[in-house]
């Protein structure tokens, strides 16, 4: 069965701080790794996609690495903010587009 | 255009109902899906179509039924529903449906059954 975990579960940091996100799956026919971003009561926000030939992804202050040997990625956010507060998603992509989520980690930064 | 638009936002039915979800996306993808979403849980996959057929189906109980009338446009049928079948359900669309496509989603639609 495939498995995503996430960790840590929540985490909350002053503004302005650097930070990471851990994810971990089991499944090595992993296609890619995508980090979605989800506001409370909302819809989900896709914010970076790694493939599995590569080994990371940047787009502003967000950059996502991507290790399939050891089975994890990892979400780094720098120079945190109040508005990036909301719960962090990461999901393996299989085939067919099939998606498996994390349980998600929810962010609180604080002004 | 990167938006999937979902209805009806909150939806509350009796378990005898019957009621449609619809979810609608212009930015010409051929893949789209049904997720659904209980309270402080991950998103679960329900339905995928790709080119309009039904691709992967989760074994998904019959009470709910899925239908792609066009390429733009995706329904979820609702009959006979019970009450633990109250969550967010995610509808999102991609390019063609293979891996490697980000996915898009939309805002989701609120149901609850009483």
């Known amino acids: 069965k495939q498995e995503v975990t996430q960790i840590p579960a929540a985490l909350s940091v002053p503004e302005g701080e650097n930070l990471v996100l851990n994810c971990s799956f089991t499944?090595?026919?992993?296609?890619?790794l995508q980090w979605f971003r989800q506001d409370p009561g909302k819809g989900l926000t896709s914010l970076l996609l790694?493939?599995?030939?590569?080994r990371e992804q940047t787009s502003g202050r967000l950059n996502a690495s991507l290790d399939k040997s050891s089975g994890r990625s990892t979400l780094y956010i720098a120079a945190s903010q109040p508005g990036d507060s909301a719960t962090y998603l990461c999901?393996?992509?299989?085939?067919?587009?099939?998606?498996?989520f994390g349980q998600g980690t929810i962010l609180t930064v604080h002004p | 255009d990167t938006e999937v638009t979902q209805t009806p936002k909150h939806l509350v039915m009796g378990m005898t109902n019957k009621k449609s979800l619809k979810c609608e996306q212009h930015?010409?993808?051929?893949?789209m899906y049904w997720y659904k979403q209980k309270a402080k849980k991950p998103p679960e996959l329900m339905f995928v179509?790709?080119?309009?057929?039904?691709?992967i189906n989760e074994s998904v109980p019959s009470r709910f039924s899925p239908e792609c009338p066009n390429s733009s446009l995706l329904n979820l049928h609702l009959h006979a529903l019970q009450p633990e079948d109250s969550a967010l359900y995610l509808c999102?669309?991609?390019?063609?449906?293979?891996?490697?496509?980000?996915?898009?989603f939309g805002p989701g639609t609120r149901l609850l059954v009483l």
């Open positions: 999102a669309s991609s390019q063609v449906g293979t891996s490697g496509e980000t996915q898009y």
């Open positions: 499944d090595s026919a992993i296609y890619n």
């Open positions: 790694i493939q599995s030939s590569q």
């Open positions: 999901a393996m992509g299989t085939s067919y587009g099939k998606l498996t």
């Open positions: 930015m010409g993808h051929r893949a």
């Open positions: 179509y790709s080119y309009e057929k039904l691709s």
